[in-house]
């Protein structure tokens, strides 16, 4: 098995296990070594909440403790030589091809996180078995379903605080901002409006706490 650089700080458990034939019968302490990591995705375009089309977009797994850099992946949906070749109707030319990726843009970043977590063990000889993640549920299904370290470890998610707060602060800005409302009541909507408002801190700093 090998082992972690001393760079990357471990929490593991021990059970004592029997060796095999190298052991003529004594024990060896097995190590599970899991460390929690932050995963988040880069774009080579920004979504503007709906239009999810990027060309391209990479992933970095850090570790939670010592923000190190674990692991970075990118996925290309285009190959500039491949479609120079294709548009002059010329044969492509020996070339490293940047196109690894065929599917849709929005699963673009479960994709590599799944290929970090499958590589951490021959990379890091550990297991990222916690990890903080934005609110993409998608890299969470995606990542059960693949079990990179089958059924006995279940990988689990910890939701990032300053992801959930932005979000909140910007529905709880929009709530304050809607002057488009139905309410039978127009001058209670604006001082209700008035009152998210003054409190959108105050409201979004328990999350905090
Ligand atoms: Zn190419």
Known sequence: MAFPSSQVRLRYVGSLAPLGSEGKGAAALTLWCFVTVIIDGQW???????????TSGSVTVMGKHTGEVLWGGTKNKRCAVCEFAERMKIPVRKHTCAKNYTGPSTAMEAALAVEAFLSS??????????YIGDGDSNVEKKLQAAMPYGATFRIQKIECKNHLLRNLRRHLMEIAADTNTNAIDKTMSVSLRKVVKERVLRLSAGLCS
């Open 121 to 130: 063990l021959e990379m890091h000889g550990v297991r990222f078995l916690l």
């Open 44 to 54: 080579g375009k920004r979504a503007y909440k709906s239009k999810y089309d990027a």
